[in-house]
């Protein structure tokens, strides 16, 4: 069910990989509600092909631009003002990878160099990201700026590894920006930190079955899904919520403010 909550405006939706992607998601339900979007990813991510099915769904141009390049990110913003015929109202940052977790490496065996790159992707990235749209001049007053984080950046979930410090300082970069950017041009800078959900990313994370299972059952509303995840970042791309900037907005059906709930107290009395 469509509002029209982003008519006329227009966006940039990095990280949409396949159907299972939030990123995938939250373009959809963008046009839905009357936007006009450019879709990016990693060249490599590109060559799977499956985001031409989205750019047709969306009657959006696919711009490739690795996060951790700033010519890239130049090109991505210049080309996509080119395209719009003018600046940007939101951009969503749904980037993530941790090189360590991929190659097996548990968190007390870290290897620095796929550390650095961790951090550069999903974490540097949006400040990369965001110093260039600000050096560029890319973004409309009162734009919004939107990333996806998780509550390790908060509390400790072991097999989150060097992610959970990824997303700290991705948190961090959000708000430490949305003060420059606020004051500059009143944009706005937020993260939504969201259900585990299954997506080739959240698969990534060792023991995930059992891991979204159990925040399922510490949720007094169960998880949220990517498609609740993308109506709640339309709120936030929309003039609606204007004056929220530089937050960590938890988006997980209650399981951030909940110490125990009845469902697991019964397991533990099994
Ligand atoms: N799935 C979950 O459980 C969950 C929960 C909370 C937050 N998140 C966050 O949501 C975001 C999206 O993840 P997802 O779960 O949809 O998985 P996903 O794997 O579909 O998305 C991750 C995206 O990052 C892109 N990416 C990786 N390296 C890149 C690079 N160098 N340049 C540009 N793009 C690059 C990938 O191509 C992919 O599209 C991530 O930030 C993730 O940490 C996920």
């Known amino acids: 069910m469509a509002h029209n909550l982003l008519k006329g405006k227009k966006g940039i939706i990095f990280g949409a990989l396949d159907e299972k992607s939030i990123a995938w998601k939250i ?5 839905e509600e009357g936007a006009e979007i450019v879709l990016t990813n990693a060249p490599i991510a590109l060559r799977m092909g499956e985001i031409n099915k989205l750019s047709e769904q969306c009657k959006a141009p696919v ?7 700033m010519d890239d990110l130049k090109n991505l913003f210049t080309k996509s003002m080119e395209h719009f015929g003018g600046k940007i109202d939101f951009v969503l940052h749904s980037v993530g990878m941790s090189i360590n977790m991929r190659k097996g490496k ?5 290897d620095y160099d796929f550390s650095h790159k961790t951090m550069d992707i999903s974490a540097m990235s949006l400040h990369r990201v965001l110093q260039t749209a600000y050096q560029l001049d890319a973004l409309n007053e009162w734009a919004s700026v939107v990333a996806l984080t998780y509550i390790a950046a908060q509390r400790v979930f072991p097999d989150y ?3 959970a410090d990824a997303k700290s300082m991705l948190e961090s970069i959000a708000r430490s920006f949305g003060y420059h950017y606020g004051m500059k041009n009143k944009v706005r800078v937020n993260t939504i930190s969201q259900s585990p959900t299954r997506t080739t990313a959240g698969g990534g994370v ?8 159990y925040a399922e059952k510490m949720s007094p ?6 498609d609740q995840c993308a109506d709640y970042c339309v ?3 929309s003039d609606l919520t204007r004056m929220v900037t ?3 907005l938890f988006h997980d059906g209650g399981f951030s403010a909940t110490g125990v709930t009845a469902d697991v107290i019964n397991q533990m009395e099994k």
């Open 161 to 163: 590894s060097e992610m």
């Open 63 to 69: 711009i490739p631009a690795d996060v951790t390049n």
């Open 246 to 248: 530089m937050q960590n």
């Open 106 to 110: 548990s968190y007390t065996e870290l």
């Open 206 to 213: 060792k023991g995930f079955d059992g891991f979204i299972t």
């Open 221 to 226: 509303l169960g998880n949220a899904t990517a």
């Open 27 to 31: 373009a959809l339900h963008c046009v």
């Open 235 to 237: 709120t936030l791309f």
